[in-house]
Nanobody, 123 residues
Framework: ELVESGGGLVQAGGSLRLSCAAS????????VGWFRQAPGKEREFVAA????????YNAGSVKGRFTISRDNDKNAVYLQMNSLKPEDTAVYYC??????????????????WGQGTQVTVSS
């Protein structure tokens, strides 16, 4: 089970840190991705981190503003979001998978999903 937290309402330019916590002790062996979905839009890739913790990927729209990290001792993955913009408003989901050869940027590659946390950025 994956549980996201840390969402909320913030003004443009502000910051939030999302957390994704897992109960599985094997969580450290999974790749973890963050996705987001705004009303009326497709779910889109935001960032991913492989089990190595040193390999990360970001979508172009968040590069330089969002940072993904993980603490395997705490079975948690984080998404630090800085310089937030109104267009970042969405429900944010974390997901986990053994990717194998699958794409880290495709939601279809992930097997386990959290329930989502709302992020709202006001202008």
């Amino acid at each position: 089970e994956l549980v996201e937290s840390g969402g909320g309402l913030v003004q443009a330019g502000g910051s939030l840190r999302l957390s994704c916590a897992a109960s599985e002790r094997t969580f450290s062996t999974y790749a973890v991705g963050w996705f987001r979905q705004a009303p009326g839009k497709e779910r889109e890739f935001v960032a991913a981190i492989l089990r190595s913790s040193t390999t990360t990927y970001n979508a172009g729209s968040v590069k330089g503003r969002f940072t993904i990290s993980r603490d395997n001792d705490k079975n948690a993955v984080y998404l630090q979001m800085n310089s937030l913009k109104p267009e970042d408003t969405a429900v944010y989901y974390c997901a986990a998978a053994f990717l194998g050869g699958r794409s880290f940027a495709s939601s279809r590659s992930y097997d386990y999903w959290g329930q989502g946390t709302q992020v709202t950025v006001s202008s």
